[in-house]
């Protein structure tokens, strides 16, 4: 018991470590919920061919991402140029979920639009952005009222699903992807789940 | 002088007790004006559910769910647009006859206990919910086992034998002549 004054330092340094470790950590990452679980189904209008849809099902089989985009997301323009690229180069299939293209710009006053008005406007606003920037999505689906957003606990644009060849989700990624997260977390996941598959 | 002792720290730790128990009432007034502040942001908000006992439910349901996008308000206090579809999700499937728990447990489904403000109380939130208490009690017992050994140890030292008292008595009254070699003699 003489190194009893060693106590408080040792409370001192046990605190010190626990903050210093809560620096490393993200706030806005909140950890979803959905992961190994089920992708929400979801039918939506294509943006090319807003009269046809899109249902989540129609990719089973393969490992794919679900990117969560939209015309007036300042941060999906950063992470756009590298969807391009991984089209490009073919490295994993990317659908685009356009979330809110209308009533979640805040530059526009859409009250009272009518839902058919909104969806045009949307289908245009998309497109526009789409052969502006490269379209590096198999296929974008539109998702006006951000229903299906919700479903997959989107609470910020861009964010990314990785979704297995049973429809399951794998992994969320918040925020733009950068060129090392992909190479060193979504990549690798990616790999891992076509040997499982 | 040795009772002065132990009731000085038995002053402390009342006075520890007593404003804990004032917390709670301290955070009321708090609460009264988040509530008017959500009120006031609830009169920006487009969509209000025509039965007032349902958007009632609403306002005091939303005022539980954390917004995702601002973190430190509920989905009732924000504006931001996350937060109006939330609220227009709860008054939607309240209104179509979903209990509360449902609608909440719909949303942790998406979102994950982060979007309750109060944490529930299960494995992973033990420490959360029983570590006030842990360190009142804690520090309570350890303060007690602390002054009883104190005391004890005093009733050890601060004995006088008897011949020590009568020297003591003797000094006192005059009677007898400081030793030399006490400490406090100023030769």
Redesign the interface.
């Known amino acids: 018991m003489k190194a009893k004054f060693l106590v408080p330092l040792l409370l001192f340094f046990g605190l010190a470590g626990f903050l210093a470790f809560g620096l490393t950590l993200n ?2 990452e ?5 992961i190994d679980k089920p992708a929400p189904n979801f039918k939506l209008a294509r943006i090319d061919d807003p009269a046809s849809t899109f249902a989540l099902e129609e990719m089973r089989g393969q490992v794919w991402l679900l990117n969560v985009w939209a015309s007036w997301c300042v941060a999906c323009r950063q992470e756009h140029p590298l969807l391009v690229r991984m089209a490009r180069q073919k490295l994993v299939p990317v659908v685009g979920l356009n979330y ?1 293209e209308v ?2 710009d ?1 530059a526009l006053n859409v ?1 009272g639009m009518a839902l058919e008005a909104e969806t045009a406007l949307a289908v245009e606003r998309a497109r526009g952005w789409l052969s502006d920037h490269g379209d590096p999505y198999v296929l974008s689906v539109l998702d006006v ?2 229903r299906v957003g ?4 989107v ?2 644009v861009p964010e990314t699903f990785l979704i297995d060849a049973e429809g399951r989700i794998r992994y969320k990624h918040i925020g733009p992807i950068t060129p090392d997260s992909l190479q060193q977390v979504i990549m690798p996941k990616v790999e891992e789940l076509r040997r499982a598959g | 002088m040795q009772v002065d002792v132990v009731v000085k720290p038995l002053r402390t730790i009342a006075l520890a007790m007593l404003l804990a128990a004032a917390l709670p009432t301290a955070a009321q007034p708090a609460a009264a004006s988040t509530a008017a502040q959500g009120a006031a942001s609830a009169d920006l908000a ?1 969509t209000v559910a025509p039965d007032p006992q349902l958007e009632a439910d609403v306002q005091e349901l939303s005022h539980k769910l954390r917004c ?2 601002c ?1 430190n308000q509920s989905i009732a206090e924000s504006n931001a ?2 937060a109006v ?2 609220r227009d ?1 709860v008054r939607e499937q309240l209104a179509s006859g979903r209990s509360k728990e449902d609608v909440v447990d719909y949303l ?7 979007v309750l403000y109060e944490p529930p109380l299960k494995g992973a939130t033990l420490l959360l919910w029983g570590g006030p208490a842990l360190l009142l009690f804690g520090g309570a017992g350890w303060l007690v086992l602390r002054l009883r050994r104190r005391s004890s140890e005093l009733d050890a030292t601060a004995g006088l034998s008897a011949t020590e008292r009568t020297r003591a008595r003797e000094l006192l009254a005059g009677r007898a002549q400081p030793s030399s070699e006490s400490p406090e003699s100023r030769s």
């Open positions: 706030p806005r909140v950890p979803s919920p959905l809110k009533r979640g805040g009250r009222d951000g919700i479903d997959f606990g609470y910020g | 487009p995702l996008v973190q647009p996350l579809d939330l999700q942790v489904a998406r979102y994950g206990d982060f």
